[in-house]
């Protein structure tokens, strides 16, 4: 009598004969989570929400157009007349508040009102200058 023949000669035969499908490599399932949450500011009422990305967010205050700001924007306090003045004139020149953890070498936001215009003639290519 002849030996069986081994656990590996028979895979071998099953899959030569169509009997043992061999399955690829599993990818992990993928959840998604919430969308990130953004900032959007009022200038008038000198507030701030963190929302999902809306494209027409309105302010609940007044009822005026919220500002995309960016998932890095830090309001300021409601009573801090001259930075509000900063961050609207850094928003209307078309900077945003993106996260610099990646962008080591970017020029920071000037931290007085008074200087935004030196800022902005001195970073038109500035990465987190948006232009249309």
Same mark, same amino acid.
């Given at each position: 009598?002849? @030996?069986?023949? *081994?656990?590996?000669?028979?895979?071998?035969?099953?899959?030569?004969?169509?009997?043992? #499908?061999?399955? #690829?490599?599993?990818? %992990?399932?993928?959840?998604?989570?919430? @969308? /990130?949450? &953004?900032?959007?500011?009022?200038?008038?009422?000198? $507030?701030?929400?963190?929302?999902?990305?809306? @494209?027409?967010?309105?302010?609940?205050?007044?009822?005026?157009?919220?500002?995309?700001?960016?998932?890095?924007?830090?309001?300021? $306090?409601?009573?801090?007349?001259?930075?509000?003045?900063? &961050?609207?004139?850094?928003?209307?020149?078309?900077?945003? =508040?993106?996260?610099h953890?990646?962008? !080591?070498? &970017?020029? %920071? /936001? %000037?931290?007085?009102? !008074?200087?935004?215009?030196t800022? &902005? !003639?001195?970073?038109?290519k500035? %990465? =987190?200058?948006? *232009?249309?």
């Open positions: 009598m002849s @030996a069986p023949p *081994t656990k590996a000669k028979r895979m071998e035969l099953r899959e030569a004969i169509g009997n043992r #499908g061999i399955p #690829g490599p599993q990818s %992990p399932p993928c959840h998604l989570g919430p @969308a /990130y949450l &953004v900032a959007h500011a009022c200038f008038g009422c000198r $507030k701030s929400w963190k929302l999902s990305d809306q @494209a027409a967010a309105k302010c609940p205050q007044c009822g005026n157009p919220l500002h995309w700001m960016g998932r890095g924007f830090k309001a300021p $306090k409601k009573s801090d007349l001259e930075q509000w003045k900063k &961050v609207e004139a850094l928003w209307r020149e078309g900077f945003r =508040f993106l996260s953890e990646r962008w !080591r070498e &970017v020029e %920071p /936001y %000037p931290e007085r009102c !008074r200087d935004v215009e800022f &902005v !003639r001195q970073n038109p500035h %990465p =987190f200058r948006v *232009t249309d």
